[in-house]
């Protein structure tokens, strides 16, 4: 029988949303009380607000090596990859996307929308790591194509894509290059300046900021069209009053964030957390990583679940069973959790019907200590052990 749940459970979701730092709770609640009003309006009030805004925005530019003009505020990632990409398409002749095979849900819909529009939409091949494979990228740069979309750091396995090498393309053939780099801020280093991307998304709630808020780097000069027009905010590129007090918290989270690069020579300190949790994970039967072993996350684990005659489980089921053991993960990106199908990232890689339904994501942060994740594993073996004796039922 398996051991009660223990209290309180242990978060192991970053990549669907990770729990807001305190620090940024407090400097949200003082810019709620001190910058409440619209920062369009003229009077003190408003100003103060404008202020607030302005101070966010330079911060979140600073952090990011970005120009703080090219810098539009939006309601969270999903809108800020589809303002670069419908945006762009939108000053733009109708002609090819390519994406890659293991986007986002939010890029895959935002292509959908461009080829409603007249657009020819092209998936690159990945390989079994999910990697971007570069030589069919080369064959896809050529006309018509005029737009590219590819995911930084990839939600469900965790690959890093090759931006710099990817990106070195697209300037090369003279097309625009756009990457959702949603799971990346905050974990390492970033001058937006000078990589040879012209369109970068991310959201806060991936960094311990608030729920609510995004960003999209612009280069200055790349013509980008509204989505949302109305009053004309963030200098004509998205309409409707500015979420003040939301951009105070990515800000602090982004500083927070630099703060322990600063203090580990740029290298994610979560890292050799994730790598002592995953020896730890591999080592018991039935459990594979997923997605590249060297270039991934340094935040995240992907494990495909099989029995003990290597027939793969399903990670959903393994999902609810680490839930009764005090455990909060997730089968693969949370955009898609209510559909029964497996993952289509995992299928993309080349994996059959059945292991595509067999991945089980962990994401970890700063509030997990060394001794939290110690009691990982054995949670782990009691989720397989509880599956396998409701299995012989």
């Known amino acids: ?28 609640a003082q810019a709620q009380a001190s910058a ?32 703080a003009n090219g810098l539009i505020f939006c309601s969270g990632g999903t809108e800020a990859a589809h303002l670069a990409l419908q945006g762009a398409a939108a000053a733009l002749p109708p002609g090819r996307l390519v994406i890659s095979a293991v986007e986002h849900p939010a890029v895959i819909a935002a292509a959908a929308a461009l080829e409603r529009l007249g657009w020819q939409v092209a998936f690159c091949p990945v390989d079994g790591f999910g990697r971007v494979q570069l030589e069919p990228l080369d064959v896809l740069l050529a006309p018509p194509t005029r737009l590219v979309s590819v995911i930084w750091g990839q939600s469900e396995v965790g690959t890093l894509q090759p931006i710099e090498a990817i990106g070195r393309r697209c300037r090369a053939a003279g097309v625009v290059f756009h990457t959702d780099a949603v799971q990346v801020v905050g974990h390492q280093p ?18 311990q900021g608030p729920r609510g ?14 989505l949302l027009a109305g009053g004309g905010q963030e200098a004509g590129r998205r309409a409707g009053t500015e979420p003040v007090v939301l ?28 790598d002592r949790l995953a020896a730890a994970l591999l080592a018991l039967p039935g459990l594979s990583l997923s997605g590249c072993p060297q270039r991934r996350l340094p935040h995240h684990i992907s494990l495909l679940v099989a029995d ?43 994996y059959s019907p059945e292991q595509a339904s067999s991945g089980v994501r962990l994401s970890i942060g700063p509030w997990l200590s060394d001794q939290d994740l110690a009691t990982v594993p054995a949670a782990f073996e009691r989720a397989q052990q509880a599956m396998a004796t409701d299995f012989s039922r």
């Open 1 to 28: 029988m398996s051991q009660p749940r223990v209290e309180p459970p242990l978060y192991l979701d970053a990549c669907a949303t990770a729990p807001p730092a305190e620090a940024v709770l407090a400097v949200m």
């Open 36 to 67: 409440w009003a619209n920062p369009s309006s003229l009077h003190g009030f408003g100003l103060a607000a404008a202020d607030s805004l302005e101070r966010s925005r330079q911060a979140v530019a600073a952090s990011l090596g970005a120009d």
């Open 190 to 207: 970033i001058q937006f300046e000078s990589m040879p991307v012209d369109l970068l998304s991310f959201t806060a709630h991936k960094l």
């Open 213 to 226: 808020i995004g960003v999209l780097l612009c280069r200055p000069d790349l013509e980008l069209l509204p």
């Open 247 to 274: 951009a105070a918290g990515l800000a602090e989270a982004l500083r927070l964030c630099d703060q322990r690069l600063l203090a580990n020579g740029g290298i994610d300190p979560i890292e050799a957390r994730r």
């Open 308 to 350: 003990d005659q290597g027939r793969p489980l399903s990670g959903r089921r393994l999902v609810q069973a680490l839930w009764r053991q005090g455990l909060a993960v997730s089968s693969g990106t949370a955009c898609q959790q209510g559909q029964a199908r497996g993952s289509a990232v995992l299928a993309a890689m080349g």
